[in-house]
């Protein structure tokens, strides 16, 4: 009963108001920070999202141009071209042939060329081989020349026995 007198006086009223706008204010006190660290963290967003737009767009405008270039060099290389001519003038035409044949005589001698190259670091082991065989061949020959004096000899003595 107490209570319900007391809250029914003004004094108390008033004091029960000044209470509430209290309580009130300080609630607003701990929503607010909250509220500010929403606000900054909504407009940093904002601003990155920006940024990550502007670098978006940049991605596609570099896109969009490597597939126009890409557009046009297949265009270029399924449009014929062996009926157009060199850009080149007429005092160097002459040249041109001349090196267009030897770049042709070239790659066809290319193969051979590059397996040359490739048999560089045989080269010594090609040397040891020629020597040994050079070394055989010598010794053929001796022989050759020994078993030639012989049949030489023998032919003598074969002419001498039907002589006599």
Known sequence: SLDLTCRRTPCFTKFSEMEEMVNMEAEINEVQPLLLSVTIGSTLQFCFIGKKCEILQDMNRHLEAI???KRDLRKRL????????????ATYHKCIVELLTEAVTFIEKLESHLQSVRNIPQI???MNNMDTTLSKTEVLMVELEQLTEQILKWEELQKEVYSN
Do not use: G, N, W, Y
């Open 78 to 89: 399924i449009k014929h071209r062996c009926q157009e001519s060199l850009p080149i003038d």
């Open 67 to 69: 597939l126009k270039e």
């Open 124 to 126: 010594p082991h090609m």
